[in-house]
């Protein structure tokens, strides 16, 4: 499985930007689909998930309300748009999924659970 991420860029504070991270090779079997994020210096943290199939999403609470996970499985692809976007949230953004495992609720925020990641994508937000 090959994650492409793009999508990133240079906003200024309050723009947005939509991020994409196609999937391709081996993705039968995808449950989940993940972003998260790192910023300079910090510990890489989970930012939004969703599950494929039944399309429920997770995000964590510093983005609620500000972004939005979707997918498009046709495309085998998820996006993150991210609108007001805060100079907190300048950061390398990952993608990754879960194919050939499920990962359980109360671990989707782990990203050891993770399978396979993408090269990352850079945000920088300009305050």
């Known amino acids: 499985v090959q994650l492409q991420a793009s999508g990133g860029g240079l906003v200024q504070a309050g723009g947005s930007l939509r991020l994409s991270c196609a999937a391709s090779g081996s993705t039968f079997g995808t449950n989940t689909m993940g972003w998260f994020r790192q910023a300079p210096g910090k510990e890489r943290e989970f930012v939004a998930a969703i599950r494929w199939n039944g399309g429920t999403t997770y995000y964590t609470d510093s983005v609620k309300g500000r972004f939005t996970i979707s997918r498009d499985k046709s495309k085998n692809t998820v996006f993150l748009q991210m609108n007001n976007l805060k100079s907190e949230d300048t950061a390398v953004y990952y993608c990754?999924?879960?194919?050939?495992?499920?990962?359980?609720?109360?671990?989707?925020?782990?990203?050891?659970?993770?399978?396979?990641w993408g090269q990352g994508t850079l945000v920088t937000v300009s305050s």
């Open positions: 990754a999924t879960d194919v050939g495992s499920r990962i359980i609720t109360s671990e989707i925020r782990n990203q050891r659970a993770y399978d396979y």
